[in-house]
């Protein structure tokens, strides 16, 4: 676990899967990707997912997983409305590649919509090289898909 100003890092438990679900607009406003969240993260890569805790509840997350080729997968990571700004998307970042690198991984890998500028501008600020990659969801499904080596310093841009 990490502790920092009051905000703790921890594995993710169905409990907190289901938090999460209930405060969905909390975290994705208008969006809805409930769809994306799969139980199934949690309960098979519990060491990857993980969330930030404070007093108030749960102020962001990240689901993902190691491949068997070495790579951390990012696949969804958020913060909550009131805790954008402060640092604590990276910090979960670096939570995620630390437990990455833990279980083999090497690299690190995410995907996002290429209408998604945030979470772009997001993952190149991390260092994340991105490649715009057509058809990568299906026929049509255009995604930006970012890759980058371990190990991931979030205090450097």
């Known amino acids: 676990m990490i502790v920092v100003m009051g905000i703790h890092i921890a594995s993710a438990g169905v409990a907190d899967f289901h938090q999460v679900l209930a405060d969905h607009p909390r975290y994705w406003g208008e969006r809805d990707l409930r769809s994306l969240h799969l139980l199934a993260l949690v309960q098979e890569f519990g060491s990857t997912c993980?969330?930030?805790?404070?007093?108030?509840?749960?102020?962001?997350?990240?689901?993902?997983?190691?491949?068997?080729?070495?790579t951390g997968y990012v696949h969804l990571i958020a913060t909550r409305d009131d805790a954008r700004g402060t640092g604590l998307g990276r910090?979960?970042?670096?939570?995620?590649?630390?437990?990455?690198?833990?279980?083999?991984?090497r690299r690190l890998k995410a995907i996002t919509s290429i209408e998604n500028a945030g979470s772009i501008a997001f993952?190149?600020?991390?260092?994340?090289?991105?490649?715009?990659?057509?058809?990568?969801?299906g026929p049509g499904r255009t995604m930006a898909v970012f890759h980058r080596d371990l190990p991931l310093d979030v205090s450097r841009p």
């Open 50 to 70: 993980l969330v930030a805790r404070a007093e108030d509840g749960i102020r962001g997350y990240v689901f993902g997983f190691v491949t068997p080729d070495g």
């Open 91 to 105: 910090r979960l970042y670096a939570a995620f590649a630390e437990a990455a690198e833990r279980h083999g991984a």
């Open 123 to 137: 993952h190149r600020g991390l260092g994340f090289d991105a490649e715009i990659i057509d058809d990568y969801n």
